[in-house]
């Protein structure tokens, strides 16, 4: 029957096979020695014997300009940024500053009062179109139609039915792109 190696054994051959693993892995073939010192005498400087050079003085011969060495020129390289983006503007900014030129001053007074603040009274249906009626907080009537305008966000009266008037409201997405918004304002019911 073999023999079974013992515990302490086995750990011990483990550890040799796991630092062999690490020095294969991290790239370690060989061990190398540092450098030994080369003894060669150094030659000893008199700074007396020496005159010392002035740091910022001018030579007194320029060195003569040899034939054989070739002139090198850099490549000279410009930029048009015409037709391009500014990578350091804001198209955010533009945005804002398109938004702020399109606000105009409001005309009439239901165009100074927000939509929930009017509530509708009555439509009044009649051969040359449908009228309507609104209160405003105050308890002021005023009479609209199609086309006039209403509200703070430029709004317009797009349509006056038989039980609603829709209000349409323009206005300009995160892309610039203009959308419509409709707003019913409904009669209130009888009951």
Known sequence: MA??????????????????????????????SPP?????????INKESRPMKKLFEAP??????????????????SYDPSGKTDPFKSFIAEQEAVEEKGVRKPR??????????????????GPKGNWAMVRDSKGVGHVIQKGTPIGTNSGTVYAVTEKE???????????????????????????
């Open 60 to 77: 007194n011969e320029p060195a003569p300009a040899q034939a054989s060495d070739p002139v090198v020129t850099a490549a000279k390289y």
């Open 3 to 32: 023999r079974r190696p013992s515990n302490r054994v086995v750990l011990i051959e483990m550890r040799k096979m796991s630092c062999v693993a690490v020095l294969l892995f991290f790239g370690v073939t060989s061990v190398s």
């Open 165 to 191: 008037v829709i209000v349409r409201e323009e206005y300009k997405d995160f892309r610039g792109t203009v959308q419509h918004r409709d707003i019913a304002k409904k009669l209130p019911s009888l009951e």
């Open 108 to 125: 009439t007074y239901l165009e100074t009062l927000d939509l929930s603040q009017l509530e509708l009274i009555a439509i009044i249906s």
């Open 36 to 44: 030994i010192a080369s003894a060669v005498p150094h030659e000893v």
